[in-house]
């Protein structure tokens, strides 16, 4: 790759809607590409988030900052079949666990394989020799594949933003090893922790009978060899961490602090998804209440939620759901002065986000399983260091295996939750300092832009290996 060679991203969604503002709701998807793309006159090409009548080809660009996107529009179909449907109810649902949500179907399977298809039939005449490719997330794992199909030899990379299952429960997808041999004409898979990437190794080793060399992540089938590896991604800590001089985080912060007087702020940011193990918060927050109901005058829980991929089953099931719980709790615990659970079905931009994170004196970020999460880190980062909050993080976020120094938690357990809830707010200050100073080095040194840059120089090599 010369120094000057284009980058070219594809992802599903390009332009995130306004409405999603929650750092968390972005999934650090977008605000982690605009960053890398920033930095080189870079193309990002996908979806426009548009549904059409019929698919017709036709393709929108618009320079910003040196970045250019090109996006097009999918049929109503397309929509239903690919976003819906594979990505959203079958893929999504599998690799966080949740085997009784995922659906196996194959009008859909049907539908994922003919946008991609579609994707690489409108994005090959863009390519130019030299440019370099980096293919983003679950929606678009056949997509080198067909790129190759179309003779294209440029080097092409896959990164995975959320989990890689255990065998055991990937093989339960039909055609599961037609999948993974697509993603075997990539040169490098980037995943996020080396816990999915041992999973994916055990599956290419032990379904495919692949070799694997260990020491370089070179996995070796039918003659061709992909270099697989963990890439933690991080925040833009450059960004984020000045947001504090911003006038918006300010005015959020004190926002919050004056409608919750004395009591000490909790807070939770996540998209509304069934895998950040949101019920299950709740009710490890009623739990406390129930074991502590001296505290409850002393806390209030701010959880902001906004709605994710409306228009499937299993996250309209999970809005019911939530209403319900908060309903319950506040209607069990509130005084006429006092409501102690703030559920808000909305999105906040980066800079209200930081002033909420630094009015919040402890972080709850427990989902079920999770990729890794971006929120636990914006959290840290956001923190004053001679008075810092606590982050209680589920040992199921790929963000914990960096963090051990956070109140590492069993989110499916209730008396776990109300527990550390417990030591956080009795934690004296100097427990605190220590534990803040130990988690954030890996939250301003493992940035996004290291990250990039750390996956596109394996990019770089990845033949020579
Ligand atoms: C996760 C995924 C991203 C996705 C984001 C938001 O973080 O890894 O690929 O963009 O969620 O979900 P949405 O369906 O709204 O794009």
């Known amino acids: 790759m010369s120094a000057d060679a284009r980058l070219v991203v594809v992802s599903n969604r390009v332009a995130v809607p306004k409405a999603r503002g929650a750092a968390g709701a972005q999934g650090g998807l977008a605000?982690?590409?605009?960053?890398?793309?920033?930095?080189?006159?870079?193309?990002?090409?996908?979806?426009?988030?548009?549904?059409?009548?019929?698919?017709?080809?036709?393709?929108?660009?618009?320079?910003?900052?040196?970045?250019?996107?090109?996006?097009?529009?999918?049929?109503?179909?397309?929509?239903?079949e690919y976003y819906n449907g594979y990505a959203?109810?079958?893929?999504?649902?599998?690799?966080h666990y949740r085997l009784d949500l995922a659906e196996y179907e194959r009008e859909t399977a049907k539908g994922y394989e003919r946008v991609n298809e579609r994707f690489a039939e409108t994005l090959h005449p863009l390519l130019e020799d030299d440019d370099v490719l980096w293919v983003h997330d679950y929606h678009l794992i056949p997509l080198g594949e067909r790129l190759r199909s179309r003779g294209v030899q440029n080097r092409i990379g896959f990164f995975l933003h959320?989990?890689?299952?255990?065998?055991?429960?990937?093989?339960?997808?039909?055609?599961?090893?037609?999948?993974?041999?697509?993603?075997?004409?990539?040169?490098?898979?980037?995943?996020?922790?080396?816990?999915?990437?041992?999973?994916?190794?055990?599956?290419?080793?032990?379904?495919?009978g692949a070799e694997?060399?260990?020491?370089?992540?070179?996995?070796?089938?039918?003659?061709?060899?992909?270099?697989?590896?963990?890439?933690?991604?991080?925040?833009?800590?450059?960004?984020?961490?000045k947001l504090g001089e911003d006038?918006?985080?300010?005015?959020?912060?004190?926002?919050?602090?004056?409608?919750?007087?004395?009591?000490?702020?909790?807070?939770?940011?996540?998209?509304?998804?069934?895998?950040?193990?949101?019920?299950?918060?709740?009710?490890?927050?009623?739990?406390?209440?129930?074991?502590?109901?001296d505290r409850v005058s002393d806390l209030v829980f701010i959880q902001i939620a906004p709605p994710s991929r409306e228009d499937v089953e299993s996250y309209q099931k999970i809005r019911a759901e939530l209403e319900q719980k908060a309903g319950q709790i506040n209607g069990a615990r509130s005084e006429v002065d006092l409501v102690p659970v703030r559920y808000v079905n909305r999105g906040y931009s980066h800079a209200e986000l930081f002033g909420f994170f630094r009015a919040a004196k402890i972080g709850l970020v427990t989902p079920l399983r999770d990729g890794m999460n971006l929120v636990a880190k914006e959290y840290l980062a956001a923190q004053d260091p001679e008075d810092p909050g606590v982050l209680i993080l589920s040992r199921f976020a790929g963000a914990a295996a960096q963090m051990e120094d956070a109140l590492l938690v069993n989110p499916h357990s209730?008396?776990?939750?109300?527990?550390?809830?417990?030591?956080?707010?009795?934690?004296?200050?100097?427990?605190?300092?220590r534990r803040y100073e130990s988690l954030i080095g890996t939250v301003r040194?493992?940035?996004v832009q290291d990250w990039t840059e750390n996956f596109l120089r394996d990019l770089d090599s990845a033949g020579q290996l």
Request: hydrophobic share 35%.
């Open 88 to 95: 959203n109810s079958t893929l999504w649902p599998l690799f």
């Open 31 to 80: 605000g982690a590409l605009n960053a890398a793309l920033k930095e080189r006159s870079g193309v990002w090409f996908g979806w426009s988030g548009e549904e059409a009548e019929e698919h017709t080809g036709e393709i929108s660009t618009q320079t910003t900052d040196g970045v250019t996107t090109a996006t097009i529009d999918l049929s109503k179909r397309d929509v239903d």
């Open 162 to 208: 959320i989990p890689w299952p255990a065998t055991r429960l990937f093989v339960s997808l039909p055609y599961h090893e037609r999948l993974v041999r697509t993603m075997l004409h990539y040169d490098l898979l980037g995943f996020q922790t080396h816990e999915w990437l041992d999973s994916f190794l055990h599956y290419c080793r032990t379904e495919l």
């Open 212 to 241: 694997i060399d260990e020491e370089t992540g070179a996995i070796t089938l039918d003659g061709r060899t992909t270099i697989a590896r963990a890439y933690p991604i991080g925040i833009d800590w450059d960004h984020f961490s």
């Open 247 to 293: 006038e918006a985080a300010q005015r959020a912060q004190q926002r919050l602090l004056n409608s919750t007087r004395r009591r000490t702020a909790m807070i939770g940011v996540d998209r509304l998804d069934y895998s950040k193990g949101l019920p299950e918060r709740l009710d490890g927050i009623s739990r406390f209440f129930d074991q502590h109901p």
């Open 414 to 433: 209730p008396d776990d939750l109300a527990h550390a809830i417990g030591k956080a707010l009795d934690m004296p200050l100097e427990e605190r300092r």
């Open 445 to 447: 040194d493992d940035n």
